[in-house]
């Protein structure tokens, strides 16, 4: 026997105090996708890094995955709260990605580390690229942006520091 159940739906109106704009929505949409890119990179990186100081880079890697993981989360959340819908969907990703791509196979420590970091400035852009509009209409959601940058670009540096060389290599230091 199947019994079938009828749920009377009443016509729902929320009256949020804030909406996302198209614009704000398809900001915070390349952000989320460059931030789950990111995750998806940084284990392709964590999988496939060999070489000196392997295992130091393979725990950094770790912590990038952990907070670009994170970081998608929050975002997508926070698309949720302002009426936007998120698709992080593989195909979606793939697609939308402004990250470069990382290779498919074994991967020297010295190239993951230019490759990562690549990575990391890549959803920096991303996020100063779009700050200034998610600003303007939202300064609740462009703090998240604060809390991204500040991390994605103190990993970059970190990480990037693998590769120079004390007093010989970029990034120029700013004097002031």
Known sequence: ?????TRHRTVHS???AYRASEQ?????????VDLTDL?????????N??????????????EVID?????????????????VVPDARSATVA??????????TEVDTADTVDLIVSA???????????????????PTTADMLHAILESVEKFAWMIDAENRTANASAPAQVVV
């Open 67 to 83: 907070a670009a993981r994170d970081f998608a989360d929050d975002v997508a959340e926070r698309m949720r709260a302002v009426y």
């Open 39 to 47: 995750h998806l990179t940084g284990k392709q990186a964590h999988w």
């Open 24 to 32: 704000v929505a398809a900001h915070l949409q390349q952000l989320l």
């Open 14 to 16: 929320a009256h949020p």
């Open 95 to 104: 697609h939308q990605t402004s990250l470069p791509q990382f290779p498919a």
């Open 49 to 62: 890094v060999v070489g000196t100081n392997f295992r130091d880079l393979h725990l950094a890697l770790d």
């Open 120 to 138: 990391l400035y890549g959803v920096a852009a991303t996020a100063r690229r779009i700050h200034d509009d998610v600003d303007a209409e939202d």
């Open 1 to 5: 026997m199947t019994e079938t159940v």
